[in-house]
């Protein structure tokens, strides 16, 4: 509760019930410990001045945590200031957190992508806050809730922990908790200060006769588990703390993925007695509904003539379908919200529509040769337009960072991707050949096998430490932390495969034909495709709402 008034607005309810079930839990084992509070000069000291204190932890390796999200009121001065609580990506636009984080909020912004509370990473705006049905503040039960996000987080989601993996760790393993909570507390276990940068920790998962022992009846082995170490005397132990409430406790699985054991809780001050987790396991069966194994909830097929065929939750916004092109569209990418796209043409002509913005074209001058993709940059401020020598064009806030155009090429090129932050883009040739630039990684290439068919498409992980390639019969090459989840290779197809698109878990992809048929492998989910229309011209393009 001490989180409230360390950071972001006085706010008092929902943390006085947390800490009413903790105090609660002390007097029924009969510990007397009472917290002292810290003064307005011990929380203006910097990290430089404190121990290393999650509580007693480490700050967190820059990207480990991809799926580790901070909730953030809508509004507030800055992040620092509107961060609350924590939260795990489980699947690409759902987030798993605490009851008590958001039993009274309407909305929330989740804030991804970033290990720091500088303004960085993305934010994602709340479309619905579930809380377990049976959550019960007084006795702190089912403390477990479901954000549902208007957008994808681009990232693989945790594994839940349940019926197939709860046997999976036993008392005494470690598990990992992280979190911008406090990470400074007196040797009451209140808290001093709170961190810029991500914490993280390693703790012993307790039995539930040790939890038993410590919180007497108020820990209920059936909604908690308690994970930590006792530490009365100088509150030494690793913990979790105020503000790292409704943040992720993981085990590792087969593989080294983590799987979601617990949600931060509860406790007695922090770095005293160990802290309690909601038990993910016991809900299985109520996270099922929120469609977790699906990861791609729509997508849009782009056709030559600039039709847009919109399937799943894709919306449309415009196309060129009723406008005579003189020159045929090769290319479609929706904005970083999807609530917008931009289709680009041989010439490099632009088309913008819904909140894709215009940043220039290629569309007056003459080109040695055409257009054959384009890129949008991270934040949709600029775009990125590759002709098929390999020349780039750069608009907007795109940088250019190197081009094709004066290697000899063996095969044209066919495809354009970028890197997550825009510093850098691949180019594929049709025989597979990568070329890499500014910070975009070489992992390998086709370049030296010889392919039945022609690469027709490549797209990166969102990690950007691997790549997909696509071939013309639907053959797919994985390279770096790319995985394969099948293809199209060894079926005989009507029509070639043109277009390759990866659901944002990476988890999965999806395998579009020139006649709008769409083969969806791994978590993709199948929408519905045009295989079955009649089409005046045929699809080129696709992308993932
Ligand atoms: C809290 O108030 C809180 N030491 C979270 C975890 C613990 C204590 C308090 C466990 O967010």
């Known amino acids: 509760m001490q989180r409230y008034a360390g950071r972001g607005r006085p706010f008092g309810g929902l943390r006085l019930r947390t800490y009413a079930a903790a105090c609660a839990a002390i007097a029924v084992a009969g510990i007397s410990l009472s917290p002292v509070a810290g003064s307005a000069a011990e929380q ?55 009851a008590h984080c958001v039993d009274d909020l309407r909305e929330v912004d989740v804030l991804y992508g970033t290990d720091l509370l500088d303004g960085s990473g993305t934010l994602v705006r ?11 503040p007084l006795a702190s039960r089912n403390d477990i809730a479901v954000v549902k996000l208007s957008r994808s987080i681009p990232t693989a989601g945790v594994t839940l922990a349940g019926h197939d993996n709860e046997g999976s760790w036993e008392p005494g393993d470690r598990a990992k908790v992280v979190g911008f909570g406090c990470n400074n507390v007196n040797a009451g276990g209140s808290c001093l200060s709170y961190p810029h940068d991500l914490w993280r920790a390693s703790l012993p998962l307790r039995s539930d006769s040790t939890c038993n022992g410590v919180f007497g009846g108020v820990f209920d082995p059936q909604t908690m588990l308690c994970a930590g170490t006792a530490s009365p005397v100088g509150a030494t132990a690793p913990d979790t703390c105020q503000g790292d409430s409704g943040g992720p406790l993981t085990t590792t699985g087969p593989g080294g993925a983590p799987i979601l054991v ?125 002709a098929s020598d390999g020349g780039i064009f750069a608009f907007g806030d795109a940088e250019f960072h190197g081009s094709a155009a004066r290697i000899a090429l063996r095969m044209p090129i066919v495809t354009l991707a970028s890197t997550a932050g825009g510093q850098g883009y691949w180019l594929a040739a049709a025989d597979g050949g990568i070329f890499s630039f500014g910070d975009a990684q070489f992992f390998g290439s086709t370049g030296g096998i010889v392919l039945d068919q022609p690469v027709v498409d490549m797209a990166p992980t969102s990690d950007g430490r691997g790549y997909w390639l696509c071939a013309a019969d639907g053959g797919v090459f994985a390279f770096g932390s790319a995985r394969y989840h099948g293809s199209t290779g060894g079926m005989t197809l009507d029509r070639p495969i043109v277009d390759f698109t990866p659901t944002p878990t ?12 769409v083969f969806a492998f791994g978590d993709a989910g199948y929408h519905g495709s045009t295989g079955g229309m009649v089409l005046d011209q045929p699809i080129v393009a696709a992308a993932a709402s």
């Open 44 to 98: 203006s000291s910097t990290r430089r001045d404190i121990e290393p204190r999650v509580t007693n932890g480490l700050p967190a390796v820059a990207g480990d945590f991809p799926w580790y999200v901070a909730l953030l009121f809508t509004s507030g001065s800055d992040f620092f200031q509107r961060q609350f609580c924590g939260g795990t990506v489980v699947a690409p636009k759902v987030v798993v957190t605490a």
């Open 262 to 386: 617990g949600v931060v809780s509860w406790g007695y001050g922090c770095s005293v007695l160990p802290g309690v987790y909601a038990r993910v396991a016991t809900y299985e069966p109520w996270l099922a509904q929120f469609g977790l194994g699906d990861a791609g909830g729509g997508y849009w097929l782009a056709a030559s003539d600039g039709g847009i065929f919109s399937f799943g939750d894709a919306d449309f916004h415009g196309s060129t379908g009723g406008v005579p092109l003189v020159d045929p569209v090769v290319a479609m990418a929706p904005t970083p919200t999807r609530r917008g796209y931009w289709l680009a043409a041989s010439d490099g002509g632009i088309f913008s529509f819904g909140d894709a913005r215009f940043h220039g074209s290629t569309g007056g001058v003459s080109l040695v040769a055409p257009i054959v993709d384009m890129s949008p940059s991270p934040g949709g401020g600029g775009y990125w337009l590759a």
């Open 506 to 517: 990476g988890g999965g992809y999806w395998l579009t034909a020139r006649d709008g048929g």
């Open 126 to 136: 709340s479309s619905s806050i579930t809380v377990h049905p049976a959550w019960d």
